[in-house]
């Protein structure tokens, strides 16, 4: 039985604070109508976010929630979760949060494969601090500390999380919406840690110093630049330049890390000979 | 079991904190190694497990303790332990926990300093930083021991603190103290105070998260307890949310020093020996107290009025007590491992009432007796 994606907000809360054009409500209403379809209880799921524009979108959203500091939101929420293990745990971040000064927590949560979902608003830009190039940054982009246009690589992100040990990888975009909500479906359903990239719009901070119009010429970008990861499978390397490949990138079985825990602590607790682990049966 | 307690054992003063803090409850610890706190983690990652508790090596300082956050949001009583450099790397997030009112421990083992410095040597140089190492007015509270018992005894009133004041406790101890190792006898565990944080009277529907409780502390819900709000380092309201009112600021920033300055009898710790009648007082904490008792004691044995007072509660500063010290005093001496960071405080507390002096050393070795008893001859 799905509901109005307004009784999941903390309406008294709008207007949001984000601008004209910004990605972020799309990529907001694709998450809500995923927990919706999937009717996880606002009682028992956590949503964090770090610090920026997408980070922000926690205050608005009615669960328990943690706004934390910069880059930091996945070790504040890899000890909810190991906590609690019960309790849903999704994080809010962004392009700059997560790889930048994130980036060492994103690997290493990857790495424990520990059942988070990582909803990542990728707009290749700090928007909230004025348009500073991010490890997102397409190169030869111009930002506010890139007047003369970006030399540095960018990061695959969703390839370096695949890499690190994610169980779970999608892409999408703010034009692909059905596509964007079926992955964070999976990325929550996934028991161990998922990845969501979702490629969104900063015409403010990105878009108008790169020649690009308007949000909506934005994403018509988007999808004009998408190919499908089936798709993409049959195109070369050099066909490939430039695009975005979207739909679910990795999927793989492996130990998540809470679980494991939890065995650890009956394995030690049946060599103690202490307390019983398994439930007694009968009186 | 309880005979062998009896008994006592020996002990040291790491173990000490990683048992005193279970036995107050700690069931999450996350950290990373750093030298010479290690051993705390090494002990936390073989006994929480035994006791259906968690245990996370975390890929450094910063995450250890934005971990420990999270966890006590989820209700578990939280613990992570550190040196110098690690405890740099978590100022960041111990002021998250001061302004989002997350209870929390962190220990400091200190070691000589700055930077790297002598990874295995003493110093109490992290005492200013434990005060003042996060940006911004905020509270703290920090206990210092200076025995291997006073550190089981300390690791609990930590916990309690955190957990009663919402607040983050630094428990600092030098390498000496951490290292050392005692005979000690622990009390039974159902001799033990154990606080626990005070949760909502109200239901759901009418809980405000920021609103003052007891002592000025607001009840807290933990995290998937069915009391859905929202915790933020940003400036915030009664409700939770982010507001950049300079009103709301003002009454937010003063409510959280507050709740530790409207309770300082519950909170200041301290020892003293002597005190009636001295003229010279030795003021010291951590292993330097220890030195410190050995001086006083051999200057009474001499006939001269010396005494020892100890703060066990290093912040808060205990004021009144050592201005009340300072008008019976002729000389206040305070040692201590670093350049005179404490004495600074004990200057600005006792102004015109009596001499301060200290006996200040960074040479990365404990100061010996004899250094301070040279002391006191020098001021007699």
């Keep these: 039985m799905t509901r109005e994606l307004d009784s999941y907000l903390r309406m008294d809360k709008f207007p949001h604070m984000w601008c004209p054009g910004c990605g972020n409500g799309i990529v907001l209403r694709s998450l809500l109508q995923a927990i919706n379809e999937l009717e996880l209880d ?115 992100i969703s390839e370096l999380a695949r890499s690190a040990g994610a169980s779970y990888v999608g892409r999408g975009t703010t034009y692909h919406t059905g596509l964007l909500k079926g992955l964070i479906k999976s990325g929550i359903e996934n028991k161990g840690f998922s990845l969501v990239e979702a490629v969104a719009a900063c015409p403010t901070a990105f878009g108008r110093r790169n020649k690009m119009k308007g949000g909506a010429d934005m994403i018509m970008w988007q ?9 993409a499978a049959q195109m070369s390397p050099e066909e490939l330049e430039g695009k975005i490949v979207v739909g679910e990138l990795h999927k793989q079985e492996a130990p998540e890390y809470t679980a494991m825990y939890d065995n650890l602590i009956a394995r030690v607790m049946q060599q103690a000979g202490g307390g019983s682990v398994t439930p007694l049966k009968g009186n | 079991m ?79 332990a550190t040196s110098g450099p690690g405890f740099s790397l978590m100022q960041e997030n111990l002021g998250f926990a001061a302004m989002a009112e997350v209870p929390c421990v962190i220990v400091n083992v200190q070691r000589s300093g700055p930077s790297t410095g002598m990874p295995t040597a003493p110093a109490q140089g992290d005492v200013m930083q434990s005060r003042w190492g996060t940006h911004g007015d905020h509270p703290v ?80 819900a933990n995290f998937g307890d069915g009391y859905r709000h929202h915790v933020t380092g940003l400036a915030h309201d009664e409700t939770g949310a982010p507001n950049n009112s300079p009103v709301v ?99 600005r507390v006792v102004g015109k009432h009596c001499q301060v002096k200290g006996v200040n050393r960074v040479h990365g070795e404990l100061i010996k007796p004899g250094e301070i008893y040279d002391t006191i001859l020098e001021v007699v």
């Excluded at chain 2, 005494?307 to 001496?333: H, M, N, S």
Aim: one cysteine or more; charged letters at 20%.
């Design chain 2, 249 to 347: 600021a003002e009454e937010l920033i003063h409510r959280l020093h507050n709740k530790i300055s409207d309770n300082l009898a519950d909170i200041i710790i301290d020892d003293s020996r002597f005190l009636d009648d001295a003229e010279i007082i030795v003021l010291a904490y951590g292993s330097t107290a220890r030195s410190a008792r050995h001086a006083v004691k051999e200057a009474r044995r001499q006939g001269l009025k010396a005494g020892l007072y100890r703060p066990l509660t290093l912040w808060p500063f205990p004021e009144q007590k050592v201005l009340e010290i300072a008008k019976k005093a002729k000389t206040i001496i305070v040692p201590e491992m670093n350049m005179g960071q404490y004495r600074l405080e004990v200057e």
């Design chain 1, 223 to 231: 999808k004009e630049n998408a190919v499908n990861i089936k798709k």
């Design chain 2, 2 to 80: 309880s005979n062998v307690l009896e008994m006592g054992r020996l002990m040291q003063g790491n173990e000490a904190v990683a048992e005193g803090a279970l036995a107050a409850g700690v069931r999450f610890f996350a950290g990373y190694p750093i030298t010479p706190s290690t051993e705390i983690a090494e002990i936390m990652s073989n006994k929480l497990p035994q006791v259906g508790g968690k245990f996370i090596q975390m890929e450094d300082e910063i995450a250890s303790i934005a971990a420990i956050i999270g966890a006590s949001l989820a209700g578990l009583k939280s613990l992570t």
């Design chain 1, 42 to 156: 606002q009682d028992r799921t956590v949503i964090v976010g770090g610090i920026g524009c997408s980070s922000r979108a926690v205050g608005y959203l009615d669960f328990n929630t943690l706004h934390t500091t910069h880059g930091r939101a996945l070790a504040y929420a890899t000890g909810i979760k190991l906590a609690r293990p019960e309790l849903n745990v999704i994080v809010i971040t962004g392009d700059g949060d997560a790889t930048a000064i994130g980036g060492n927590h994103f690997i290493h949560a990857a790495r424990r494969n520990i059942d988070l979902t990582v909803l990542l608003f990728n707009n290749n830009i700090y928007g909230m601090t004025g348009g500073q190039y991010s490890p997102l940054t397409p190169a030869n982009s111009k930002a506010t500390t890139a007047p003369y246009g970006t030399i540095e690589p960018s990061f695959d």
């Design chain 2, 141 to 220: 509270i920090v206990l210092s021991p200076s025995s291997v018992r006073e550190a089981y005894d300390l690791a609990v009133k930590s916990v309690n603190l955190a957990e009663e004041y919402r607040v983050p406790v630094i428990l600092l101890l030098d390498e000496v103290v951490g290292h050392l190792r005692e005979k000690v006898v622990l009390p039974a565990q159902e001799q033990i105070d154990v606080l626990n944080r005070q949760g909502p009277e109200t239901p759901p529907e009418s809980f405000i998260p920021y609103t003052s409780g007891a002592k000025g502390v607001p009840p807290m």
